[in-house]
């Protein structure tokens, strides 16, 4: 069984990255990531999208040992980042005839990333004919940058989505989820979203009545599993992040120099327990990566922050996460705060502006201590705290 080909005349031509340590120079790939391209046969061959950089010439190799002499027609740009058009030169020099297909914002950041290519612009349902195959281009505007658009292949029923429904996580032999265990791929499809698509919730509330009314079974994102059996799950699990939909559940994040608001993070996640709540998540936000506190604080409804007050002001970790937060517009999100000062309170007053910010409910008053943890300096406020995240 070939597994690179995803149905007649549709194949898998992407490539695995288990070396770049951090995607987008940000964010950690302990699983790797894979970048998906795919072969369209037809009368006509289209390429959808290319690969990054550093894998130019295995992808090369696998587009010319599926297509033997045959040329490539079009190249069809879903999505201008550079992990998926980084190879478009190289593709060029192979094809020269190739003309390359995007849409207006496509075709903008084309010239500036490449200079003067031969393109084929489209609007928004615009079809392009293969020959028994038709592509139809529908775009989907900041998800995750202003050109991004999807692409179906009519005939057969097969969505190309660029980063839509993708995950971090190299591809371990098998393409499509029936080949693969799901399971590995949930969190890092939740990480996937919060860190690179989770800013752009309303865009892709935007986008999905018009993908959700497109006949496909078959979904080829430009990362991770192609999606067949799960399309349902994923669609939904989707559709409720884009909503910042969360499950119950307390994120605890916390910044500690010395042990002390440890100690109080320690004792609030005990309290919580004591009162029934399994779904808990410490984080040391010193030691945890903050994309997977991103992940934790897409899939749980309350955060607790927790920091020392550092230099005049709330200690950076803390300041970082809150950041990323903020810039995530995240909704509906229960809030409690911890924090503690030597000689002047600053960290708690920075959280507390934090969730009016957001306009994010404070479920109870800071907890706020001065030098040393105690469970008499903090056992009472906690105990609020807890009891209310509890209900
Ligand atoms: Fe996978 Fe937005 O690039």
Redesign the pocket.
């Known amino acids: 069984m070939d597994v690179t080909q995803i149905k007649s005349g549709i194949y898998y031509v992407g490539v695995n990255d288990r070396t770049k340590h951090r995607f987008e120079g940000l964010w950690p790939l302990p699983q790797g990531v894979s970048y998906n391209s795919y072969l369209v046969v037809d009368e006509k061959v289209a390429l959808i999208d290319t690969v990054d950089a550093a894998y130019t010439d295995i992808f090369l190799d696998s587009v010319r040992r599926r297509l033997g002499d045959r040329p490539i027609d079009y190249l069809v740009v879903n999505?201008m980042?550079p992990?998926?058009s980084a190879s478009l030169r190289a593709v060029l020099g192979l094809y020269p005839d190739m003309t390359v297909v995007g849409n207006r914002q496509t075709v903008k950041m084309l010239e500036g990333y490449f200079g003067n290519l031969r393109t084929l612009e489209v609007a928004d349902g615009q079809t392009l004919s293969l020959g028994r195959e038709t592509l139809a281009f529908y775009l989907t505007p900041m998800i995750?940058?202003p050109e991004t658009m999807v692409t179906l292949a009519a005939e057969d029923k097969v969505l190309f989505t660029g980063?839509i429904f993708?995950t971090f996580g190299a591809l371990d032999g098998g393409i499509t989820d029936s080949q693969l265990d799901f399971e590995r791929y949930r969190d890092e499809m939740r990480r996937y979203y919060s860190n690179?698509v989770g800013k752009y919730g309303s865009a892709v509330q935007r986008s999905f009545p018009k993908i959700e009314a497109l006949d496909f079974d078959t979904v080829c994102p430009?990362?991770g599993p192609v999606w067949q059996s799960r399309i349902g799950s994923v669609v939904e699990m989707y559709s409720d992040m884009s909503q910042y939909k969360a499950e119950r559940g307390v994120v605890i994040a916390y910044g500690s120099m010395y042990g002390n608001n440890e100690q109080a993070a320690e004792l609030l996640a005990r309290k919580l327990a004591g009162l029934g709540v399994k779904q808990i998540r410490l984080h040391n936000l010193s030691v945890s990566h903050v994309s997977y506190v991103l992940s934790d604080i897409f899939r749980f409804d309350s955060l607790v922050a927790g920091a020392p007050t550092y230099n005049g002001t709330l200690f950076p970790p803390v300041k970082e996460l809150l950041d990323e937060v903020r810039m995530r517009q995240i909704l509906h999100r229960r809030f409690g705060v911890f924090g503690s000062y030597s000689w002047a309170g600053c960290a708690v007053k920075q959280m507390c502006a934090f969730a009016e910010q957001m306009g994010w409910e404070m479920v109870s008053e800071p907890v706020e201590f001065a030098h040393a943890h105690t469970h008499e300096k903090t056992g009472s406020g906690l105990q609020t705290l807890a009891e209310r995240l509890a209900r």
């Open positions: 999505h980042e992990d998926h995750h940058w980063d993708g690179i430009a990362h």
